[in-house]
């Protein structure tokens, strides 16, 4: 079954909806929906066709971009390559640039402590099995597992994160797909969303995302928001796409309404 706008009436309403708003805000996390889930992080970039909508929605009248992605911002920068004046929540909301002003994230020599703690232990779990490596990103550490060929293996590797994650003071958990993250600075996709919300002051909001993290944000969307659920799972989103390549549509859509 067909799961662009043009074959769902219900997201091809919402999308028109949103388009008569005289501004809105996109935002739009990175993995698993501009770009497609890949074994080796950093070979993830925005599909062809979403790249292409993207550039090209950022020059449609009233419309904001941003990715809300829970990357560290200097990866994501160089990873989506976004289009200038794209506004980034980088670390799932600990870092954020919202323009040439916006201050780098500080952590607390409590906060150090506690960083360089959950990395040590990533570190330390992530022997116990071929495939498993640890990402270090400014505020915490992610265990990935998506290249650990065996599945049972690779959540019991999660399972001991969860465990020695329990015992650093300050860690605070965050579950992903074939991921288990940690961090010292807590903040969400749905405060990220707010905040950009208040930054912006959009008549509507769109926010796409595919993962456990980003149901907070669809947590917060209200009116005639639009959220997007990308792939399969239990959701908050009102509405649903299969997979990244169909993101490319909806973009377009929303951008020939506004036209």
């Known amino acids: ?43 993830a970039r925005p599909v062809p066709a979403n790249a292409a909508a993207i550039e090209q929605l950022a020059q449609a009248r009233g419309v904001t971009l941003a990715y809300v992605s829970g990357r560290p911002l200097e990866t994501l920068r160089r990873l989506a390559s976004p289009p200038e004046g794209t506004l980034l929540i980088g670390s799932h909301g600990a870092e954020r640039y919202l323009g040439p002003d916006s201050p780098g994230l500080v952590l607390s020599a409590q906060e150090e402590i506690a960083r360089t703690a959950i990395i040590e232990a990533l570190e330390q779990v992530a022997t116990t099995a071929e495939g498993a490596w640890v990402e270090h990103k400014p505020a915490g550490a992610a265990l990935h597992v998506r290249r650990v060929e065996d599945p049972e293996v690779a959540q019991k590797v999660l399972e001991e994160a969860r465990t020695a994650l329990a015992m650093v003071d300050g860690a605070h958990v965050k579950e992903g797909k074939a991921v288990v993250e940690s961090v010292v600075v807590l903040s969400t996709k749905g405060e990220a969303l707010t905040d950009l919300r208040s930054h912006v002051r959009p008549g509507a909001v769109l926010f796409a ?14 009116g005639d928001d639009v959220g997007i659920k990308v792939g399969s799972g239990s959701t908050a989103a009102g509405h649903r796409i299969g997979a990244p390549a169909d993101l490319a549509d909806v973009l377009e859509t929303l951008r020939r309404f506004r036209s």
Not at 20 to 36: K, R
Not at 209 to 222: I, N, R, S
């Open 1 to 43: 079954m067909s799961t662009e706008p043009s074959a769902d009436p219900q997201l091809s309403a919402a999308l028109e909806r949103l388009a008569s708003y005289e501004t809105v805000l996109v935002a739009l996390d990175f993995d698993g929906c501009v770009a497609e889930l890949v074994s080796e992080a950093d070979a």
């Open 209 to 222: 995302g595919d993962d456990v993290t980003d149901e907070h944000g669809f947590a917060v969307l209200e």
